[in-house]
């Protein structure tokens, strides 16, 4: 798997970007509007540390995500929609390798995460990591080539 090396501050503006998007969306909002309780900084900070670790090895990141995420009252269409608004995300903010790259990780770990929360395989929209980035952006904003 080719490497990607994002700054932190590139992290932290996909971190904040993303969950600007998501707390304004009607399907997602509310869940992580009552998941956080207006508690969103130590959420983001996470979240960074969180992609740190699985875009730059940094080791930041102590948590459990299965763990965080079991037991969340969510169905397929959910992950879908957090899929195409991080993808939305990436198209904004990297060129399309990048976003690509970043995108694959997220995919693997939807998958994951969906099979956890949803108690069998995955079952949503799983987008093939062949596949090229303009097409595993289409549900987002296309990628900006920089």
């Not at 990780?105 to 596949?131: C, D, Y």
Request: aromatic content about 10%; overall charge negative.
């Amino acid at each position: 798997m080719k490497q990607v090396q994002i700054g932190d501050e590139e992290i932290r503006r996909m971190v904040t970007t993303f969950y600007t998007t998501v707390r304004q969306d009607d399907l997602l909002g509310h869940i992580f509007e009552h998941r956080f309780q207006g508690q969103w900084a130590p959420h983001l900070d996470r979240m960074c540390d969180f992609w740190s670790g699985v875009l730059n090895a940094s080791g930041r990141y102590h948590g459990n995500p299965q763990q965080a995420h079991a037991g969340l009252m969510v169905g397929a269409e959910h992950f879908d929609r957090w899929l195409t608004l991080f993808a939305k995300t990436l198209g904004e903010l990297f060129d399309a390798e990048t976003a690509a790259l970043i995108y694959e990780r997220a995919n693997r770990m939807r998958s994951v995460l969906e099979s956890v929360v949803l108690g069998g395989p995955a079952t949503g929209l799983i987008f093939s990591p062949a596949a090229s980035p303009t097409d595993l952006l289409s549900r987002g904003q296309q990628p900006k080539n920089e």
